[in-house]
């Protein structure tokens, strides 16, 4: 009777202490789990796979600092992807504060390529193999405009440079000339990228989303609206998984595995411990 | 060096912010008035650097990005009323901010009705014309269906309208709770990179 007592006012802190060891073991351990790929997944993976190799690939960061540990990763994998296939990308971002992350993967993963090239033309250059458009206001009517022309919102690049100088823009006037648009999304920018870009210009899409983002995308990725969707950490688990290369999305599953079944665990426990109290009190 | 100094103050900033799970403290009030500072000030440097600089002063006074003299000079009609928003800030001319606000209205309004329609509603509704073969798009159909009934209100919910509504409560409290399961998995997945970030990044136990 008193531990279903203490059940019920169970002090939240000690759920929290709970919850912080539960997560951090798996990660010092560095446990891993099997990861199985879903359908949603592997449909965004082969739409980009199954591009010409050349093809040009627009990313959208439309995230910041409070989505990073899922979203991260979702670039990272997809960066690697495409740079594998020899994907142009020219990365651009509906929010302010999620640009420099774009610019902290491009980096990472065209140097991870550099360090093992051999030649020129096995490097991944910037200009020529990949942009980075850097933030402009505007939302839908910044989508808008970009299926007419790039130039009249992005004159020059995140570093200032004028885009008609950048080899790989000189081929990009508007979307007729982008093959997939990968929208990494906290937000509504999605929504607005599939409204405007997809349904008005018949941009291919594929959606990569936060946890909280992912459910409200399914009934797009039903109508055939998007091409595929990667949602939450467990998404950018599972496309790392099909890139083959394991990054903090598959390191994070253990962890995210035992926390859920210590939500489980307490919410179980704290339904039991409240019905009985209940019950004896009735009687 | 820079490194490990940003990677200490990143580390002692989210242990900071994690104390407040403890209980209100100095600490946390530090770190949360320093991120709506820090905040505050990145938002206006890019305000002016991707938004202000580039589309109105680059291409008005260096023609950087323009084609003729009216691209140029049309750029002052919207950086009127851009000025014009700050006519808030004077109580005697306040009301010039409202053309501002009617113009960014008017065009939410415009661009908001073609995104619904031409985004949404149409290719959801040809999404939901399937052929009822298979016990998906059967769940589908008969998922849409209801819902809507639930929401008809021009008449009382009796007879096999209550029933159908019914049904469409279940497909409703289906939707909350794998969009509230998403939710759990998305704090989780912050919790993780954090501690990632304290495991991996700062104390270093993972190399």
Known sequence: MKFLERMVNLDRRFIYLALVVVVALPLILKLVLPIRVSEPVREAYR???????????????DYDASSEPELQPMLLSVLRHCFAKRHKVVLLGQWALGLPFGEIGLNK????????????????????????????????????????????????????????????????????????????????AGDEWIQFAGARYGLKIIIGGTGVIAPDMFHYLQAGQIKGLVGGLQGAAEYETLVRHHGTGVAGMVAQSTAHILILVFIVMGNIAYFVLKGRKKS | MTHIIGTWIAAGLTLAIFSFLYRDNPAYKFAEHLYVGVSAAFAVLYTWAFDIWPMLVDPIFRSRGVTS?????????????????????????A?????????????????????????????????????????????????????????????????????????????????????????????????IGRLNFLINDWLHLLR
Do not use: C
Request: proline share 4%; no cysteine.
């Open chain 2, 69 to 93: 003299p009216v691209d140029r000079w049309i750029l002052l009609i919207p950086a009127i009323f851009g000025l014009l928003m700050l006519a808030r800030w004077f109580p005697k001319a």
């Open chain 2, 95 to 191: 009301w010039l901010s409202r053309w501002s606000i009617s113009l960014t209205v008017g065009i939410a309004a415009g661009l908001g009705i073609i995104g619904q329609i031409q985004g949404i509603l149409l290719p959801q509704i040809q999404g939901t014309l399937l052929p009822l073969t298979t016990i998906n798009n059967i769940i589908l159909v008969v998922g849409v269906i209801t819902t809507l009934i639930y929401f008809y209100f021009s008449a009382a919910h009796k007879g096999l309208i209550r029933v159908s509504a019914r049904i469409g409560v279940v497909f409703i409290m289906a939707s909350f709770g794998a969009s509230f399961g998403y939710t759990v998995m998305a704090r989780i997945s912050l919790l």
């Open chain 1, 109 to 188: 993963v065209s140097g991870e390529f550099n360090s093992r090239a051999q030649s020129s033309a096995d490097s991944i250059l910037y200009g020529r193999d990949f942009v980075n458009l850097g933030y402009r206001p505007g939302a839908r009517a910044l989508i808008v405009g970009l299926g007419r022309e790039f130039r009249d919102f992005f004159s020059a690049d995140y570093r200032g440079t004028p885009v008609d100088s950048l080899p790989l823009m000189r081929g990009v006037r508007n979307y007729n000339n982008i093959d997939l648009l990968v929208g990494l999304e906290a937000g509504q």
């Open chain 1, 47 to 61: 739409s980009i796979e199954d591009l010409p190799s050349g093809s040009t690939v627009m990313v959208s960061i």
